[in-house]
């Protein structure tokens, strides 16, 4: 569960990054975040997985309020959330195997858990047979899903994803949702920022804007839904 209610965020500098936001994305439920370049997307997320803190406003993750989490609760809190990015931001000199044991090392699993948990992931991307590759040796398409395959190995309850198919074609960006669609079946919420607005309309699922960092509309955006005007005062 994620809840933000009056969210605040300012850089440094004076510049208003978020302004009065509040939504809530219930569990097991599957959004979009999309709005310009610059509208806060990103923001948005990374408040999410705690690498910002609010200026002000409060936001509750798994009903706890992250106003009350430390800053040595902060990697347990992460383990709960998995973050997608849309430059994979992958190990170049590790290969695919040890890139997705990454999280599951830095918790200490002991390493008969980390292959078993390694192996059901890749295996759920479909690249069992690149475990032993580079990252440099993949396409784009199969380096996001490594990427995905690393968010997921740990089985977190929430995957937020920040332009995860900006940089790959109609057909592996639809592959792509596909996954996260399966995430979202087994339960897992899933939260997709995107300015891609053929791919919304497609997937016909709740979509949330951002413009200018206030949050204008809550709906599905599918030219046939109207969609909620939530214009912050």
Same mark, same amino acid.
């Given at each position: 569960?994620?809840?933000?209610?009056?969210?605040?965020?300012?850089?440094?500098?004076?510049?208003?990054?978020?302004?009065?936001?509040?939504?809530?994305?219930?569990?097991?439920?599957?959004?979009?975040?999309?709005?310009?370049?610059?509208?806060?997307?990103?923001?948005?997320?990374?408040?999410?997985?705690?690498?910002?803190?609010? %200026?002000?406003?409060?936001?509750? *993750?798994?009903?706890?309020?992250?106003?009350?989490?430390?800053?040595?609760?902060?990697?347990?809190?992460?383990?709960?959330?998995?973050?997608?990015?849309?430059?994979?931001?992958?190990?170049?000199?590790?290969?695919?195997?040890?890139?997705?044991?990454?999280?599951?090392?830095?918790?200490?699993?002991?390493?008969?858990? *980390?292959?078993?948990?390694?192996?059901?992931?890749?295996?759920?991307?479909?690249?069992?047979?690149?475990?032993?590759?580079?990252?440099?040796? #993949?396409?784009?398409?199969?380096?996001?899903?490594?990427?995905?395959?690393?968010?997921?190995?740990?089985?977190?309850?929430?995957?937020?994803?920040?332009?995860?198919?900006?940089? #790959?074609?109609?057909?592996? %960006?639809?592959? *792509?949702?596909?996954?996260?669609?399966?995430?979202?079946?087994?339960?897992? %919420?899933?939260?997709?920022?995107?300015?891609?607005?053929?791919?919304?309309?497609?997937?016909?699922?709740?979509?949330?804007?951002?413009?200018?960092?206030?949050?204008?509309?809550?709906?599905?955006?599918?030219?046939?839904? %109207?969609?909620?005007?939530?214009?912050?005062?």
């Amino acid at each position: 569960m994620i809840r933000f209610n009056q969210v605040n965020k300012t850089y440094p500098g004076g510049f208003l990054a978020l302004k009065n936001v509040s939504f809530q994305i219930a569990p097991g439920e599957m959004a979009f975040l999309t709005g310009h370049s610059g509208a806060g997307k990103s923001t948005l997320l990374k408040l999410i997985s705690l690498m910002e803190k609010p %200026s002000s406003g409060t936001i509750h *993750i798994n009903n706890q309020n992250l106003d009350n989490v430390g800053y040595r609760q902060v990697p347990y809190m992460r383990r709960h959330i998995g973050m997608i990015f849309q430059n994979h931001n992958l190990l170049m000199d590790r290969t695919v195997f040890d890139n997705v044991a990454l999280p599951l090392i830095i918790e200490g699993y002991s390493q008969k858990e *980390i292959r078993r948990r390694v192996e059901a992931a890749l295996e759920k991307i479909q690249l069992s047979d690149k475990q032993k590759c580079f990252p440099y040796m #993949l396409s784009g398409g199969e380096q996001q899903r490594v990427g995905i395959a690393r968010a997921i190995v740990n089985k977190p309850p929430i995957l937020l994803a920040d332009e995860p198919t900006g940089n #790959l074609d109609p057909k592996l %960006s639809l592959d *792509i949702i596909k996954l996260f669609e399966e995430f979202n079946a087994a339960g897992v %919420s899933v939260l997709i920022a995107t300015h891609d607005l053929g791919l919304i309309a497609r997937m016909r699922y709740r979509t949330l804007t951002l413009k200018s960092g206030n949050m204008i509309t809550d709906g599905i955006v599918d030219g046939l839904h %109207s969609q909620t005007e939530v214009v912050s005062e």
